[in-house]
């Protein structure tokens, strides 16, 4: 009996710690004030269905992808020729996924295939097609390779649009992919929604191009594009007037370097003007090129070009060195931060076209929770009158361990940042019954305990014991269906999984340890004649 106190000690201990933790929870979302300064920073997130927010269906092009990968072996096979001294007359793309190789001449054909069999091994020849002297060859990608692609291009989408949600502070976005190459995502509490499709969508391919300075710009824009450039624009917004200019730029399409050589872009002020602009660094690869680059062309401008859109051209005044650069532009902070945002999480695999989307109004959100809430109290107020009712004293004890329970619950939920969902309610609701009948189980056994005529004491003992090996069995086979639906359920079915896992945990603590607490102070420091039960 000397170890009683501590065990109280214990569990009044870890009732406390949950009240601290759910008390600025009611707070904020029954009395709707602030959390003092003196709790804990934390509260339960809602999902979508109870807070509202951003429902979004978004659909990979995945035969972008694919288009990209051939662009990128034609671009390889270029310089693979050059080096090996072969001559072609043309080599493209067409058809959307094929390679069209122009030879001349049979030696210049053995020869092609003799490194094409060497270098090319992925691809798949297709029949050739003889043009007088020219022969043309034409290529392809396997048919599972051009899956893999595809399927890479939508894990890949999916793991980026993640990445930039979680530095743009959504609390427990619910980002999944939907069939072969579609994205659901839900963002519960999202406020600027124009502004989150904008962070989500963009592909953010960033490019460093040079200008090209030979060629008239007046000529290139009444159609008179020379090879090898293309015209692209940087758009500017008057924020006096909300009114948007763009400015043509005749730029070389050869790419000086990627986003891909990117390690890092964070958002800074520029003291003098005062307006923010976005600091990048490029790996060690990326920094020795770029520093090439500007050491090649100086007195020439460089274009920083995302999505094909001209962020900006500054005139290159020196060798940059030390694998730095800037971007600047009309910017808020606002598109700063989103600029950064999406540099950092890395371009998009292939571009996202939203399919679907859906507002969720926070009204419905509050109707939904004074529903789960009516209902959850309805279902407590019955099974707390049926407890005192039926069990009398005893039924008051389990009231209270039930009361112990929804804290406890609340609590884990806050605790390990767990969204709660409408079934996340109805899960709530199921274990104070889950947790109710467990206490029903020892209830009946210290009654039949008490009728084989045991004293009160040997009675509640003995109830206890020989209950709680069913009480285990009953709940550990319910919380391993619980963690089987939370791995493979999706949102509303993990929402349920998380609370019912909770829940079975909570009732587990309150009916074996609280609840025989209880009795245990009871019978020590109350001469109880006979128990009320």
Same mark, same amino acid.
Request: charged share 25%.
């Given at each position: 009996?000397?170890?009683?106190p501590?065990?109280?000690?214990?569990?009044?201990?870890?009732?406390?710690?949950?009240?601290?933790?759910?008390?600025? +929870?009611?707070? =904020?979302?029954?009395?709707?004030?602030? &959390? /003092?300064?003196?709790?804990?920073?934390?509260?339960?997130?809602?999902?979508?269905?109870? *807070?509202?927010?951003?429902?979004?269906?978004?659909?990979?092009?995945?035969?972008?992808?694919?288009?990209?990968?051939?662009?990128?072996?034609?671009?390889?096979?270029?310089?693979?020729?050059?080096?090996?001294?072969?001559? *072609?007359?043309?080599?493209?793309?067409?058809?959307?996924?094929?390679?069209?190789?122009?030879?001349?001449? *049979?030696?210049?054909?053995?020869? %092609?295939?003799? =490194? %094409?069999?060497?270098?090319?091994?992925?691809?798949?020849?297709?029949?050739?097609?003889?043009?007088g002297?020219?022969?043309?060859?034409?290529?392809?990608?396997? $048919?599972?390779?051009?899956?893999?692609? @595809?399927?890479?291009?939508?894990?890949?989408?999916?793991?980026?649009?993640r990445?930039?949600?979680?530095?743009? #502070? !959504?609390?427990?976005?619910?980002?999944?992919?939907?069939?072969?190459?579609?994205?659901?995502?839900?963002?519960?509490?999202?406020?600027? &929604?124009?502004?989150?499709?904008?962070?989500?969508?963009?592909t953010?391919?960033?490019?460093?191009?040079?200008?090209?300075?030979?060629?008239?710009?007046?000529?290139?824009?009444?159609?008179?594009?020379?090879?090898?450039?293309?015209?692209?624009?940087?758009?500017k917004?008057?924020?006096? +007037?909300?009114?948007?200019?763009?400015?043509?730029?005749?730029?070389?399409?050869?790419?000086?370097? #990627?986003?891909?050589?990117? &390690?890092?872009?964070?958002?800074?002020?520029?003291?003098?003007?005062?307006? /923010?602009?976005?600091?990048?660094?490029?790996?060690?690869?990326?920094?020795?090129?770029?520093?090439?680059?500007?050491?090649?062309n100086?007195? @020439?401008?460089?274009?920083?070009?995302?999505?094909?859109?001209?962020?900006?051209?500054?005139?290159?005044?020196?060798?940059?060195?030390?694998?730095?650069?800037?971007?600047?532009?009309?910017?808020?902070?606002?598109?700063?931060?989103?600029?950064?945002?999406?540099?950092?999480?890395?371009?998009?695999?292939?571009p996202?076209?939203?399919?679907?989307?859906?507002?969720?109004?926070?009204?419905? #959100?509050?109707?939904?929770i004074?529903?789960?809430? =009516?209902?959850?109290? !309805? #279902?407590?107020?019955?099974?707390?009158? %049926?407890m005192?009712?039926?069990?009398?004293?005893?039924?008051?004890?389990?009231?209270?361990?039930?009361?112990?329970?929804?804290?406890?619950?609340?609590?884990?939920?806050?605790m390990f940042?767990?969204?709660?969902?409408? /079934?996340?309610?109805?899960?709530?609701?199921? +274990?104070?019954?889950?947790? !109710? $009948?467990?206490?029903?189980?020892?209830f009946?056994?210290i009654?039949?305990?008490?009728?084989?005529?045991?004293?009160?004491?040997?009675?509640?003992?003995?109830?206890?014991?020989?209950a &709680?090996?069913?009480? =285990?069995?009953?709940?550990?086979t +319910?919380?391993?269906?619980?963690?089987?639906?939370?791995?493979?359920?999706?949102? /509303?079915?993990?929402? %349920?999984?998380?609370?019912?896992?909770?829940?079975?945990?909570?009732?587990?603590?309150?009916?074996?340890?609280?609840?025989?607490?209880?009795?245990?102070?009871?019978?020590?420091?109350?001469?109880?004649?006979?128990?009320?039960?």
């Amino acid at each position: 009996m000397k170890t009683i106190p501590w065990k109280l000690l214990s569990v009044i201990g870890v009732i406390i710690i949950a009240l601290i933790m759910v008390l600025p +929870t009611i707070g =904020m979302y029954v009395q709707k004030t602030d &959390t /003092p300064t003196m709790w804990p920073n934390k509260k339960i997130n809602l999902g979508l269905d109870l *807070q509202g927010g951003m429902h979004l269906v978004l659909e990979v092009e995945t035969q972008k992808a694919v288009e990209n990968r051939i662009e990128l072996i034609i671009h390889d096979l270029k310089t693979l020729m050059k080096q090996n001294h072969l001559k *072609q007359k043309g080599i493209n793309r067409v058809e959307g996924t094929k390679i069209s190789v122009v030879l001349e001449g *049979q030696d210049q054909v053995d020869s %092609f295939n003799s =490194m %094409f069999d060497k270098e090319f091994k992925n691809l798949r020849k297709l029949p050739e097609k003889r043009q007088g002297d020219q022969v043309v060859m034409m290529f392809d990608l396997p $048919d599972e390779e051009s899956a893999y692609i @595809k399927k890479l291009a939508v894990d890949q989408a999916l793991e980026t649009i993640r990445n930039r949600i979680d530095e743009f #502070g !959504v609390s427990e976005p619910d980002i999944r992919r939907q069939g072969d190459k579609r994205i659901q995502i839900q963002l519960p509490g999202i406020k600027d &929604t124009k502004r989150a499709i904008d962070l989500i969508g963009k592909t953010a391919q960033l490019e460093f191009k040079l200008v090209d300075e030979d060629h008239d710009l007046s000529a290139a824009l009444q159609g008179s594009v020379p090879a090898g450039s293309e015209i692209l624009y940087e758009y500017k917004k008057d924020p006096s +007037t909300n009114r948007v200019s763009k400015t043509p730029y005749l730029l070389k399409k050869r790419v000086q370097l #990627g986003g891909d050589s990117l &390690t890092d872009a964070r958002v800074r002020v520029d003291q003098r003007m005062n307006k /923010p602009y976005v600091a990048i660094n490029f790996d060690k690869k990326g920094g020795r090129i770029f520093g090439n680059i500007t050491g090649e062309n100086i007195k @020439k401008r460089l274009a920083i070009v995302l999505d094909n859109k001209v962020y900006s051209a500054p005139v290159i005044q020196s060798k940059i060195t030390g694998g730095s650069a800037q971007i600047t532009g009309n910017f808020s902070m606002d598109e700063a931060h989103d600029l950064a945002i999406v540099l950092r999480a890395g371009a998009l695999p292939a571009p996202v076209n939203i399919i679907e989307e859906r507002i969720v109004g926070p009204t419905l #959100g509050m109707d939904s929770i004074k529903k789960g809430m =009516m209902s959850m109290a !309805v #279902g407590g107020l019955f099974v707390v009158l %049926f407890m005192v009712v039926y069990y009398k004293g005893s039924g008051l004890i389990a009231d209270l361990a039930l009361l112990v329970n929804i804290v406890l619950i609340l609590a884990g939920l806050i605790m390990f940042g767990a969204t709660l969902t409408l /079934p996340g309610i109805a899960g709530i609701i199921l +274990t104070i019954g889950m947790a !109710v $009948d467990a206490n029903v189980l020892i209830f009946e056994r210290i009654r039949e305990e008490t009728g084989y005529g045991k004293t009160i004491r040997a009675a509640v003992l003995s109830g206890f014991d020989r209950a &709680t090996l069913t009480i =285990m069995d009953a709940n550990v086979t +319910t919380l391993i269906v619980a963690i089987v639906l939370f791995q493979f359920g999706s949102g /509303p079915v993990k929402g %349920f999984a998380v609370t019912l896992s909770l829940g079975i945990i909570a009732s587990l603590f309150t009916a074996l340890i609280v609840s025989r607490m209880i009795f245990e102070f009871l019978l020590d420091n109350r001469d109880i004649k006979s128990l009320s039960i």
